[in-house]
Each structure stands twice: as structure tokens, then as C-alpha cells.
């Protein structure tokens, strides 16, 4: 019981953390910043790995091993397309002045 | 020890997370702040690499996630890379699916490894594993019909389905059915299974049934809502397991995306609440409509010969520059503008296009410095000052019926004032309505002037005028 209400004390800490985190963002960084926190949410490769492992270990979870190794395909493509892709706009934002880079 | 390592592990890449979102939100780190929180997820996906089940699992285990990862990474990279500043959109809502499906398929493995060991459900962790799939599924197929529309591969006309609310409602409800059921099956695995069953049904019909009755021009609240759940499910997913770096990033991101989403909703006057359970079309009477003029349109020459003579010019773009991709041409034009001693300017409002921040992205495709975009508040002052005022492919955002009809379904959403400028161009493909159906009395004005056609080949037109000069 003591772990679970830890983490349930995490998640609404890091909920109202969320909240002070984004107030007066410009609005020229909206997209960026939803496709940054957008590969954020690819955190979830971490479970499907731990996910998979555990399926691997059991006696014969091979329902349990497709969806993880699946869960960790379409994770890793959230990831690293995201923030490569997000990375690709910021680098577009310019100042002034810097037309040659 | 392994745990301590692991924890403290965890807790550096959830740092790197909070440090990275805070710099994202600033115009000047934000390449560094996404660059940090990609370290954070290295640092997470290696740490989860040492503990303690996928170390048990051994060799085999370690081949498969390697082989996993890879093919998604390579995936994942080469979207990236070949995708057209345009589809961004698009390309955005399918990345979020393919989280939201992951985090539901995480949840599905957990229960079926449960299930092989012949472990009993338990209420909480049953009730959080229901909820990773319930937002899961709601965030993929959301995503997916997201996708479809922005792409304009499926839902092109707008979709309505008749007692909506109360499907929805029914749809909720059987699935919130399903968790109980499930979380208290105890050893019943019989009824655990229907209940995992109905939540993973009735939520992944839920989440087409809410999107795809939502019109285009009220995506970019849609994305950052789906974006929001995704993040969610990531959340109760970590409960579900255990895992603390799940738990904190994955709330991170859904709150920061309900910000958003709040910060969306403003920019238009509207509720999330009547942007989900409202009907926009239906009331939809024709309003202002029966002024009967009819608007006046001009030549690109004669265009060319307004623009010369004007010192200051602010361009209003839409989701239409996206359609044509105009944004280069526009940009070129602005030059010409600049070296012909006119003061240049973009006025963007906060839900011009199809996610947020959409129009921003584009023009810093072609090279327009962000110094020369400024929000609707930071316009609106000087728009009596200026001398031409171009709309580029935006109708909605410029309807001065949001200020002077009560009678129009825009009514109270905050516009860009284009009709305060001298003169007004509207740049637009045909002479229907916007997306809302609302008919737009700018068009009519008397300082407006309609130039009819593709914008891009009207902007170069333009262009070609200033160069023969």
C-alpha cells in the first residue's frame, strides 16, 4: 500500500508541476512544444520493455510478448520521431540577422 | 543496490523532462530544452535495460527489444526526415496514435502476463490498467481519425452521428463497466477477460466517435487534447506497473497538453466542453448574410500598383497558405515589400490552420524571422495604421461578425481586425464560406478587395510585378 500511494503522490505533484510548466508559453512555440511533450509521452517504451521482459520470463505469455514487442515498435517510432521532428521545426526558427545559417 | 541505481537513475531522466519542457517554452532554448528531455529518454530506456525482470529474462529478451526498438527507431527517423513541413499536422496526430496504442498494448501484455502466472486481479492496480487501456484506446483511434481528416485521406465531409451525446455517454459507460468488472473479478478469469474486453471495445469506438464528428478548423484544440491523453495513459500505464519515470513524465505531458488545449479553447471563444458535446453546425443559422453585395475583386496588376505605393503591409495567413503552400512565395513578397521601404508584419492568430502554432511553423520554413510574427493582441492596435492588410487562405480569424453580430455562431471569439486597415486583400480559391459555413461581411467591405486564385501563383504573380518593375 505504502508504494501505491507514493506513486499517486507523484502523479498529482507532477500533474500541478505540468500545469506551472506551461503557463505563458508563446504562441509560436505551440507546435513544437506539443510535439516535444508529444515524444515525451513515447516514455511509455519503458513499460513496454519491462512489459516484454516479463511476457519473456512466464511460463508462455506469447500474447503478452506480441503486444510488447509491438508496444515497443510503435513507442520507439513516437520517440525518436518526435523529437526528431521537433528538432527539424526549431531549427527553422530564425532570428533576424541569421538568414545564412 | 541494482534499485537504488535504478532510482536514482530514473529520477535524473525525469529531471531532464521538467528542465527540457521549461526550456521548450522559451523562444531562445527551445532547441536545447527538446534536446535535454531526448537525453532523459536515453537515460530512461537504458536504466529500465538493468532492472531487475529484464535482466531475469536473459539473452532472448534483450534480442527482442534491441530488434523492436530498432525497427521503430529507423521507422520513427525516416517519417521524420521525408515528412513536408505541410503534413506536420498529420504526421503529429500519428505519432500520438502510435503512443496511445502503445501504452493500450502495454497494458493488454501486463494483463496477459498476469493471467499466465494466474495472479489474481487486485482493485487498484486492475482499475489503473483498465484506465491505460480506456485513455489508450480513446488517444489511438482519436489519433488515427485525426490523422485521416488532416490528411484528407478519410472523413472528408463532416461526419454527424445522430444522438451522439447519449452513444457517447453509453459508450463511456459500458466501458467504465468493463474496469470495475474486471478490477474486481478476483481469481474469476472469465470475467476479468469480458471486462478487459468491453473497456477495449466500447474506448476504441469512443475515440472514433468523438473525432470524427469534429470539423477541421477545430483541430489544433483536438490534437492537443488527444496529445494530453497520450500522455495520460503513459501515467496510469506507470501505476499500472510501478514505474515512477512513467508516472511522472507521462502526467507531465497530460497536463501540460490539457493547458494547451485550455489555451486553444480561449483562442476561440469556446468551451471544451461545446467543442465536444456541442453540435457547432446545427445551429448554424446564415446570419449576416443578407447584406447582398457582392464583393469586389481586382487584378493582380492593379494589386501590384496598391501594394507599391503602401509603407506598411501585414500578411494574414491560414490554413489555405498551408493548402497552396504559399509560404515561400509569401515570403519572397515580403522581401520585395521591405526593399521597396514598406514596413512588414504577419499577424497570427493562435488557431490559423490545423494544430497550434501551425502558421509559425511555416513561415519559419521560409526563413521569416519570428521578430516579424506577432500575436492578434500585438497587431491589433496598429491595424489602423496600416496601409494593406493581406489575407492569405484565413476567413474565420478575420470575420468581423465575432465583434458586431450576436446573431453569429463566431460571435465572441477573438479575431484579427483586417478590417481596420486601409485596404484589404483576401486572397481565396472560390467564393464560399470558411469552414464554419459563416458568411464572412468582411468580403463585402468597402476597403476590401477579393483577389480570386491559387494564392501561391497570386503571390508570385506579385512578385513577377515587382521584379518587371
Known amino acids: 500500500m505504502g508504494e501505491i500511494m507514493l506513486l499517486i503522490f507523484v502523479f498529482v505533484i507532477s500533474g500541478f508541476l505540468g500545469v506551472e510548466l506551461i503557463s505563458k508559453v508563446p504562441s509560436q512555440l505551440h507546435t513544437p512544444l506539443m510535439s516535444g511533450t508529444n515524444a515525451i509521452s513515447g516514455i511509455t ?37 518526435g523529437y526528431l521532428v521537433t528538432d527539424r521545426m526549431l531549427g527553422m526558427f530564425k532570428k533576424k540577422g541569421d538568414h545564412n545559417k | 543496490m541494482r534499485d537504488v541505481i535504478v532510482t536514482v537513475l530514473y529520477m535524473v531522466s525525469a529531471v531532464l523532462f521538467i528542465r527540457g519542457i521549461k526550456l521548450l517554452g522559451k523562444a531562445d532554448t527551445a532547441r536545447k530544452g527538446n534536446g535535454l528531455s531526448a537525453v532523459g529518454m536515453l537515460i530512461a530506456v537504458i536504466t529500465v535495460l538493468f532492472e531487475k525482470q529484464v535482466v531475469a529474462a536473459g539473452l532472448n529478451s534483450y534480442l527482442l527489444i534491441a530488434a523492436a526498438a530498432a525497427a521503430g527507431g529507423i521507422i520513427g527517423a525516416v517519417w521524420a526526415k521525408k515528412v513536408e513541413m505541410t503534413g506536420m499536422p498529420q504526421l503529429v496526430a500519428l505519432f500520438n496514435g502510435f503512443g496511445g496504442l502503445s501504452s493500450l498494448l502495454v497494458a493488454l501484455a501486463q494483463y496477459a502476463n498476469a493471467r499466465t502466472v494466474g495472479a489474481d486481479a487486485v482493485p487498484f492496480e486492475g482499475i489503473t490498467l483498465g484506465l491505460t487501456v480506456a485513455i489508450g484506446a480513446i488517444a489511438f483511434t482519436g489519433s488515427v481519425v485525426a490523422w485521416g481528416k488532416l490528411s484528407g485521406r478519410l472523413f472528408k465531409k463532416s461526419v454527424t452521428i445522430p444522438a451522439k451525446n447519449a452513444l457517447n455517454a453509453v459508450l463511456a459507460t459500458a466501458g467504465l463497466a468493463g474496469i470495475c468488472l474486471y478490477a474486481f473479478s478476483g481469481s474469476n478469469e472469465t470475467l476479468g477477460l469480458i471486462g478487459i474486453l468491453a473497456v477495449t471495445a466500447a474506448y476504441l469506438i469512443l475515440g472514433f466517435t468523438m473525432v ?158 519570428y521578430e516579424q510574427l506577432k500575436t492578434a493582441d500585438e497587431m491589433n492596435p496598429q491595424m489602423p495604421n496600416t496601409d494593406v492588410a493581406i489575407v492569405i487562405g484565413a476567413n474565420d480569424v478575420v470575420n468581423p461578425a465575432a465583434q458586431n453580430d450576436e446573431s453569429s455562431p463566431l460571435y465572441g471569439m477573438p479575431i484579427i481586425n483586417a478590417y481596420e486597415a486601409r485596404t484589404v486583400f483576401v486572397l481565396k480559391r472560390g467564393k464560399g464560406a470558411g469552414f464554419s459555413g459563416v458568411e464572412n461581411p468582411l468580403f463585402t467591405n468597402d476597403n476590401t478587395v477579393m483577389i480570386y486564385g491559387d494564392a501561391k501563383q497570386t503571390v508570385s504573380a506579385l512578385v513577377g510585378e515587382f521584379e518587371d518593375s
Not at chain 2, 491523453?229 to 515512477?244: D, E, K, T, V, Y
Not at chain 2, 497536463?255 to 486553444?264: A, K, R, V
Request: charged share 10%.
Open chain 2, 212 to 369: 470524427v464528428t469534429i470539423g477541421g478548423g477545430d483541430m489544433p484544440v483536438i490534437i492537443s487534447l488527444l496529445n494530453a491523453f497520450s500522455g495520460l495513459a503513459a501515467a496510469f500505464a506507470g501505476l499500472a506497473i510501478s514505474n515512477s519515470v512513467l508516472v511522472v513524465s507521462g502526467c507531465l505531458v497530460g497536463t501540460s497538453g490539457l493547458i494547451l488545449t485550455l489555451i486553444m479553447c480561449k483562442a476561440m471563444n469556446r468551451t471544451l466542453y461545446s467543442l465536444l458535446f456541442g453540435s457547432f453546425g446545427a445551429s448554424k443559422s446564415k446570419g449576416a448574410a443578407g447584406s447582398g453585395k457582392e464583393p469586389k475583386s481586382m487584378s493582380v496588376e492593379d494589386a501590384y500598383l496598391i501594394l507599391e505605393a503602401a509603407s506598411s503591409v501585414v500578411f494574414i495567413p491560414g490554413y489555405g497558405m498551408a493548402v497552396a503552400q504559399a509560404q515561400h512565395a509569401v515570403k519572397e513578397l515580403a522581401d520585395k515589400l521591405e526593399a521597396n521601404g514598406a514596413e512588414v508584419s504577419f499577424a497570427i492568430h493562435p488557431v490559423a490552420g490545423r494544430m497550434p502554432g501551425h502558421m509559425n511553423v511555416l513561415l519559419a520554413e521560409a526563413n521569416v524571422p
Open chain 1, 45 to 81: 517504451v519503458v513499460g513496454a520493455m519491462s512489459a516484454t521482459a516479463v511476457a519473456v520470463l512466464s511460463p508462455s505469455s506469447i500474447i503478452g510478448t506480441v503486444f510488447g514487442v509491438a508496444a515497443i515498435v510503435l513507442a520507439t517510432i513516437n520517440v525518436v520521431g
